[in-house]
């Protein structure tokens, strides 16, 4: 077997598993999953409708689908991407600067074993990563050959990785950086000219950067939506995209996570290789699932009714919690990110116990770094089932604090 296989960490939901599982939960109350970023909001009834046609279900089964994607998906992505993050210095070309893939976890994963060279000179490359994470970056890393080197995104500051505190040696040695703007779990937003920095040190130390934007169109202020790796390169006036790749999704966006939809976009070069890459891996979407996806990745409608829920749930659980447990709203994803009164894996047990609700701890999505893990003492909150449900959470949480069962 692969030896790399023995670096990879459980994964956080399995830890979790084992830290709860000798907790009878509170049986008076039924069950709260704050833990998982599952999206519960209704998918789009209009691409439901498509599903639901025999005829459209019945085409495209007797033919394999393009790897590349079918021209109607390529398209709407890349439709979607230029009006989005307003490219218009080099607008991203449908033909050779898109592919369509099965969801962004597979694609982050799958784009470090293509991008990284570990049979290089000088031992093993470096990828660079967030600190939390999605903890597929780390294992994308590490069977791809590279050492994982995790940023720290500390609250001072604002949760995102400070690049000036990197040295020309870990710049030199690193071949990928994954970046997480909005962050999950912070729910910060990088802001343009840090992004732009990262394109000056990549352009200096030629490595890759992998953007991962799956949250990008769940944003509080409807009239500032954060923005994209490729945005940045645009407002450089660029007409190119070298070194940069973004990633996102149609599973937070349109509540599809069931559907494995997503897209990469960006260098020409990079893309090319990684469609190379891809063709032997064989993770072509469905022709029923490019069909469906290019509907969505067109329609704005049901995205800015779901950004309103969002807001409509952050709004009602800080205004329950707001003098029990008063907490930040992100600018953008669907996580609450918390100090907890007291170490995160007690709150973690206790509030199982006392509320029969599950939040995940937030040292379980970050690794110890001098010392320090900058996810102890915090949790993971994903606001993502129905509105009466993430209320009656608060309420449990609110009682739980106020009678400090978390002791
Ligand atoms: C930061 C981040 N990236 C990527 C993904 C993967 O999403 P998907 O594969 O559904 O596109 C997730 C899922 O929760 C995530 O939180």
Partial sequence: MNHRLDGLHPYPFERLNALLSDITPASNYPFIPLSLGEPKHPA????MDIYADREFLKAGVGNYP??????EIRQAIATFVNRRFKLTQAPINAETQVLPVTGTREALFAFAQAVIDSDGSGGAPLTLMPNPFYQIYEGAAILAGSKPCYLECLQENNFQPDFD???DTTWQQCSLIYICSPGNPTGSVMPIDVMQKLIHLSDKFDFVIASDECYSEIYRDESNPPPGLLQACD?????????CVAFNSLSKRSNLPGLRSGYVVGDESII?????????????????????SAAAWLDEEHVIENRIL???KFDAVADILSDSWPMDIPAAGFYFWPKTPCDDLQFTRKLLQHTNIKVLPGSY???VVNDQ??????IRMALVATTDECVEAAQRIKTFIDQKQYL
């Fill in 66 to 71: 393009p790897t590349k994607g079918s021209p």
């Fill in 373 to 378: 893990n900058p996810g102890q003492d915090r």
């Fill in 44 to 47: 789009p009834d209009f691409l």
């Fill in 365 to 367: 999505l970050s690794r």
């Fill in 235 to 243: 407002e450089m006036g660029r007409d190119n995209y070298k070194n």
């Fill in 310 to 312: 969002y807001r409509q």
């Fill in 272 to 292: 090319s290789r990684f469609l190379l890459y891809r063709t032997y891996h064989g993770s072509a979407m469905s022709s029923h699932h490019q069909a469906l």
């Fill in 165 to 167: 505190s990197i040295d």
